[in-house]
T-cell receptor
Framework: GAGVSQTPSNKVTEKGKYVELRCDPI?????LYWYRQSLGQGPEFLIY????????DSGLPNDRFFAVRPEGSVSTLKIQRTERGDSAVYLC?????????????FGPGTRLLVL | KQEVTQIPAALSVPEGENLVLNCSFT??????LQWFRQDPGKGLTSLLL?????REQTSGRLNASLDKSSGRSTLYIAASQPGDSATYLC???????????FGPGTRLSVLP
């Protein structure tokens, strides 16, 4: 596609529920990143994929968070037993090959609200 | 652990003014630094990417400088316009990981 797309754009859920957030990167981009942005803050890194594998998941806050990218394109961020503190905008980015000098292209984000 | 700060947190200027946004980072072992723009409810748009070996980058009315040894970058916006109103984020990619570390942003309002 022309850019990174994310669905849904907004998600409201209740505490304790399970949610899935989807990211569709730019076609052909092998590197994919998930970030979380709380109100008034800059994005915080969650996880980085190179192809199908998670090359760096050091930013995942706890084991309720999990992400997959089974075919090396679309990625899904999964949050179990959601908590009110999980409310944030979840941003996805992709880059061509993940090499050091590249820029990352960001999607519009999914705004998650946990009631 | 790399930390990025931005000053000021918010800035309001009349149209036509030149302005400077500041970014500081604690670990100078960076690979590159990037300035982004974020409009309300939208994702991030890349403005300028400066590699660690570079001192500055220019695009139109924007100029970004990098002083790696002192841990600072500035974004200069010339002849500001109301359409420049947005949050400006700087982010550094250090030598230890593939991800960016972001500052909290500067919220800019340019008044007509």
């Amino acid at each position: 596609g022309a850019g990174v797309s994310q669905t849904p754009s907004n998600k409201v859920t209740e505490k304790g529920k399970y949610v899935e957030l989807r990211c569709d990167p730019i076609s052909g981009h092998t590197a994919l990143y998930w970030y979380r942005q709380s109100l008034g803050q800059g994005p915080e890194f969650l996880i980085y994929f190179q192809g199908t594998g998670a090359a760096d998941d050091s930013g995942l806050p706890n084991d309720r968070f999990f992400a997959v990218r089974p075919e090396g394109s679309v990625s899904t961020l999964k949050i179990q037993r959601t908590e009110r503190g999980d409310s944030a905008v979840y941003l996805c980015a992709s880059s061509s090959s993940g090499t050091w000098g590249e820029t990352q292209y960001f999607g519009p984000g999914t705004r998650l609200l946990v009631l | 652990k790399q930390e990025v700060t931005q000053i000021p947190a918010a800035l309001s200027v009349p149209e036509g003014e030149n302005l400077v946004l500041n970014c500081s980072f604690t670990d100078s072992a960076i690979y590159n630094l990037q300035w982004f723009r974020q409009d309300p409810g939208k994702g991030l748009t890349s403005l300028l990417l400066i590699q660690s070996s570079q001192r500055e980058q220019t695009s139109g009315r924007l100029n970004a400088s990098l002083d790696k040894s002192s841990g600072r970058s500035t974004l200069y916006i010339a002849a500001s316009q109301p359409g420049d109103s947005a949050t400006y984020l700087c982010a550094v990619r250090d030598n230890y990981g593939q991800n960016f570390v972001f500052g909290p942003g500067t919220r800019l309002s340019v008044l007509p």
